[in-house]
C-alpha cells in the first residue's frame, strides 16, 4: 500500500515562502503520477502542480513562475516550493499519488492535508 504523510504548512505574511514535504511510502516512485492539490472553504480541489515519473511537469497558471514541484526518489519524498505567495494561495494542500497498473486502471492516494494561511 501507499501511504502519503504531509508536512511544512503554516502561517506566511505575503511574499513569504514555504516548502511542503510528502514522504511516501510504497514504491510509488516507479511509474506513476504525483501532484499538489489544493482546497480552500467553499471551493473546488484544484491541481497545483504535477510530476511525472520520467520528469514531466505541469503546474495551474496561477502559481506559475512562484512554485516549483520536485522530488528526491532517494527519499522518496516530494516537495513543493512555494515562494512569493499571496493571501489566494490560502488552502488545505493535498499530495497524491496516481498509480498506474498493467491493466490500464489506476489507484489514486492521497495525503491528510496540510493547512497553508497566507495573511498579513
Known amino acids: 500500500q501507499v501511504q502519503l504523510v504531509e508536512s511544512g504548512g503554516g502561517s506566511v505574511q505575503p511574499g513569504g515562502s514555504l516548502r511542503l514535504s510528502c514522504v511516501v511510502s510504497?514504491?510509488?516512485?516507479?511509474?506513476?503520477?504525483m501532484g499538489w492539490y489544493r482546497q480552500a472553504p467553499g471551493k473546488q480541489r484544484e491541481l497545483v502542480a504535477a510530476i511525472i515519473s520520467g520528469g514531466r511537469l505541469n503546474y495551474a497558471d496561477s502559481v506559475k513562475g512562484r512554485f516549483t514541484i520536485s522530488r528526491d526518489n532517494a527519499k522518496n519524498t516530494l516537495y513543493l516550493q512555494m515562494n512569493s505567495l499571496k493571501p489566494e494561495d490560502t488552502a488545505v494542500y493535498y499530495c497524491n499519488s496516481k498509480v498506474f497498473h498493467y491493466s490500464g486502471a489506476s489507484t489514486d492516494y492521497w495525503g491528510q492535508g496540510t493547512q497553508v494561511t497566507v495573511s498579513s
Open positions: 510504497g514504491n510509488s516512485m516507479g511509474f506513476n503520477v
